[in-house]
């Protein structure tokens, strides 16, 4: 059977909605009911990040430059970006927050998700999690990654400005929120997040948007020092590009000419 312009390869229900598995051109995709990819997955090459938005998530290496102590993902999907921090950071510990366990299985059983002892993956809703732990959880994690949308968009539970100020106690110090958003200028609750994130993060923050789509990746900066220039931030770009065949230059780029009003709060002028 064919759908989304490829081959079906799986499709289960669980109480949230349809799972779909499509096969096209040597990609396998994971679908929620609607075109839209929620992952993707090279199959001559599974570990290489497929889908451009999930590259762009990497974009927090410009800044920090490595990870070796704890990271919370929020949003499993097919696993890409979990698999690519354990692959590239040994000593990581990674935990996902995944609110449905099908997802997880598909994960596993399509997308070649690893049993890993630095993974830990919990069954819930992020937005409740990080709420119900941000006192008991506080600055744990070196990075926050959410990547949560179900068929309609971002998950309502996130959808606040006390979710963020949760975040940013959650992080260490010098922690980085990464979160994949939806819609561009022209969608209000991109926008609203844009300021909810400016007055938790003190304007310490960075957009880059994904080159013919709709996301836009935002970094958050928690009580971060600038610690490098620009002219540094290019150099840094160039290295990370030939160790990883990700498009850190242009990430570069784009973060510059989209940030004029607040690059000066994270890159040293």
């Known amino acids: 059977m064919y759908k989304y312009d490829g081959l079906l390869i799986h499709e289960s229900h669980d109480d949230e909605g349809i799972i779909e598995v ?38 927090w290496l410009l800044f920090k430059p490595t990870l070796d102590d704890d990271a919370l993902i929020v949003g499993l999907g097919g696993g890409s970006l979990t698999k690519h921090l354990l692959q590239h950071f040994p000593v990581c510990r990674l935990k996902v927050i995944e609110f449905r366990k099908s997802v997880v299985k598909i994960a596993r059983s399509y ?74 200028n022209h ?28 996301n836009v990746i935002a970094l958050a900066f928690n009580d971060y020092s600038p610690l490098y220039s620009m002219k540094e931030l290019r150099t840094n770009a160039l290295a990370l590009e030939q160790h990883y065949q990700i498009e850190f230059p242009a990430f570069l780029q784009a973060i510059k000419r989209r940030n004029a009003s607040t690059l000066n709060q994270v890159i040293k002028t």
């Open 187 to 214: 969608n209000p609750e991109f926008q609203q997040v844009s300021l909810w994130l400016a007055r938790v993060f003190n304007r310490q923050t960075l957009f880059l948007p994904v080159r013919d789509r709709d």
């Open 22 to 59: 499509i096969e096209r051109e040597g990609v396998r995709s994971l679908h929620f009911g609607s075109h839209p990819r929620q992952s993707s997955m090279l199959l001559t090459d599974p570990d290489k990040l497929e889908l451009e938005y999930v590259r762009a998530m990497t974009s």
């Open 111 to 184: 997308f070649g998700l690893p049993l890993d002892p630095r993974l830990k993956i919990i069954i819930d809703d992020g937005g409740d999690y990080i709420r119900q732990r941000a006192d008991t959880y506080r600055e744990r994690y070196s990075l926050l990654f959410i990547d949560a949308f179900d068929h309609e968009g971002m998950a309502s539970s996130i959808c606040s400005e006390a979710f963020f100020d949760d975040c940013k106690a959650l992080l260490k110090k010098h922690g980085i929120l990464v979160i994949n958003l939806w819609g561009g």
